[in-house]
């Protein structure tokens, strides 16, 4: 497994995905559906693992860590209707926004990761 030595941008993207996991595990409260069980719990989860796994890549950037970031944030943004709370706007929009920004924002570092011309790499 290769491992990368972070850049400014590196740094930029991954803090971004922290802030965003942070986002969406207060967004119950913020967004006003922390009575909603099902929405909620999913945020609560989902934002931390998200926050988590961008704070690991904080500290040694690996590329699995963009993948799951990426998996996690494809799944938040469908989650309203797999997990049956679609109806809550505010829950729904809430995973959908939060969820396709973690995900393009771990897709684009996947990508500039996977560049083979990147100096970088150790």
Not at 20 to 48: H, K, Y
Request: proline share 2%; net charge negative; aromatic share 14%.
């Amino acid at each position: 497994m290769r491992k990368y030595i972070a850049r400014t941008e590196d740094h930029a993207i991954n803090g971004i995905n922290l802030v965003l996991g942070g986002i969406l595990f207060f967004s119950p409260w913020l967004f006003g559906f922390n009575g909603e069980q099902t929405a909620a719990w999913t945020a609560w989860i989902t934002g931390a693992v998200i926050a988590i796994v961008a704070a690991i890549a904080l500290a040694e950037l690996r590329q699995w860590e963009e993948w799951v970031n990426g998996l996690l944030g494809l799944f938040v943004a469908v989650s309203p209707w797999i997990l049956g709370f679609a109806g809550l706007p505010q829950a729904m929009w809430a995973h959908l926004v939060l969820g396709v920004a973690v995900a393009a924002l771990a897709a684009y570092e996947a990508w500039r990761l996977s560049d083979e011309t990147r100096a970088s790499m150790v």
